[in-house]
């Protein structure tokens, strides 16, 4: 149990244009969702916490406006990277889980972003 | 605040050889702590967690750690590493109770060779 589906697992993307990336909840309701950012040989950046519902809670230094972060339901979050540029080409990855007691964390299999 | 030090960014060793993967931490309130391991261009998948009781903490892939609250450290270890155990391994804490939002550790790229 416990499956996080990420997609796409890779994309390309001219400089100037949107990518949007979901993650989805396979067998279980995510009710709190985390997107990370992840540079090489780095460890993982916290964008954004997005509870169902409500709106995202973005970390310090984290742009709200370039990564917009939308949770419709239990089961889907979305990351869209709008007016992507190369600085932007990165592994973005998604972790859903439940709050209140701890029943664990469990991590999408990851986008590679990369924006020529 | 809590924070996660690992304190080696790279562990070679040779297969079959035992490995321990260094992690400390530090927090003003009771934790939880885990390790993750991710292979390339993957996502990141649990190997052990220490949420309560034993200290002593076993996972998947032969793993297992150790909660030491005196030394503040959740060291990872495995006696016998096999080629496919190379990947990167990432200790992460949160607090018991409050914020749920896990802190990493900067990670250890475990590289065994044959």
């Known amino acids: 149990g416990a499956v996080v589906s990420q997609h796409p697992s890779r994309v390309i993307c001219k400089s100037g244009t949107s990518v949007k990336i979901e993650c989805r909840s396979l067998d279980f309701q995510a009710t709190t969702m985390f997107w990370y950012r992840q540079f090489p040989k780095k460890s993982l950046m916290l964008m954004a916490t997005s509870n169902e519902g409500s709106k995202a809670t973005y970390e310090q230094g984290v742009e709200k406006d370039k990564f917009l972060i939308n949770h419709a339901s239990l089961t889907l979050s979305t990351l869209t990277v709008t007016s992507a540029h190369p600085e932007d080409s990165s592994f973005y990855i998604c972790s859903a889980g439940r709050t209140g007691i701890y029943y664990g964390y469990t991590f999408g299999s990851g986008t590679r972003l990369t924006v020529v | 605040a809590q924070s996660v030090t690992q304190l080696d960014s790279q562990v070679p060793v040779f297969e079959e050889a035992p490995v321990e993967l260094r992690c400390n931490y530090s927090s003003s309130v009771s934790v939880y702590l885990f390790w993750y391991v991710q292979y390339p261009n993957q996502g990141l998948q649990l190997l052990l967690k220490?949420?309560?009781?034993?200290?002593l903490v076993k996972g998947i892939n032969g793993f297992e750690a150790e909660f030491n609250k005196s030394q503040t450290s959740f060291h990872l270890r495995k006696p016998s590493v096999h080629i496919s155990d190379t990947a990167e391994y990432f200790c992460a804490v949160r607090s018991s109770g409050g914020s749920y939002i896990p802190t990493f550790g900067r990670g250890t790229s475990l590289i065994v060779h044959p």
């Open positions: 220490y949420l309560s009781g034993s200290t």
